[in-house]
T-cell receptor
């Protein structure tokens, strides 16, 4: 595997379910991100982890719970979601989470989440 | 208020036409990236520009970073159906100590055969 992978690619869940999204990066990067992409909205940054430590949490409801067990893996645990949480959830990674010349982020293919 | 404004929001053209999309801000950026995203997939990095006035070419795509590092443009020559997608610009804000990227809303490009 190369780059950033995400599983599952598609997920349908009820509002009372608990599920988890998984992200793995094979780039040797130190920073990982969760974004939410809804129709007609720009990418929304949800969480940032740098060296396995959460460094940003952008007012995300507690029904989304991230976990970063090591620098290559990132999870997003979901529980009691709402229909408005339906969106494409994207994971990304970058070399570092600090201002540098390039600040390039590399994205996974996303998980298309539908909450019924 | 969006930090990065992209225009146009939608663009529908015939194969072979040229086009330009814009990414503008009142803020200065230390670097700016362009991504292309296809339906159901994640954004794919096309290019990074870091120097004011910089021009980069990627086959039929030409990227320019404004002299003041507040804006950028993407020009596509002789567009092809394979260029169809959502084009996103993103930038790291100068003056920040962190590597957060701010994204524009994107330009949805459709190229018809």
């Amino acid at each position: 595997e190369t780059g950033v992978t995400q599983t599952p690619r598609h997920l349908v869940m009820g509002m009372t379910n608990k599920k988890s999204l998984k992200c793995e990066q094979h780039l040797g990067h130190n920073a990982m991100y969760w974004y939410k992409q809804s129709a007609k909205k720009p990418l929304e940054l949800m969480f940032v982890y740098s060296l396995e430590e959460r460094v940003e949490n952008n007012s995300v409801p507690s029904r989304f719970s991230p976990e970063c067990p090591n620098s290559s893996h990132l999870f997003l645990h979901l529980h009691t979601l709402q229909p408005e949480d339906s969106a494409l959830y994207l994971c990304a990674s970058s070399q570092e989470y600090r201002l540098s010349s390039y600040n390039e982020q590399f994205f996974g293919p996303g998980t298309r989440l539908t909450v019924l | 208020t969006q930090l990065l404004e992209q225009s146009p929001q939608f663009l529908s053209i015939q194969e072979g036409e040229n086009l330009t999309v814009y990414c503008n801000s009142s803020s200065v950026f230390s670097s700016l990236q362009w991504y292309r995203q296809e339906p159901g997939e994640g954004p794919v990095l096309l290019v990074t520009v870091v120097t004011g006035g910089e021009v980069k070419k990627l086959k039929r795509l030409t990227f320019q970073f404004g002299d003041a590092r507040k804006d950028s443009s993407l020009h596509i020559t002789a567009a092809q159906p394979g260029d169809t997608g959502l084009y996103l610009c993103a930038g790291a804000r100068r003056g920040s100590t962190l590597g957060r990227l701010y994204f524009g809303r994107g330009t949805q490009l459709t190229v018809w055969p």
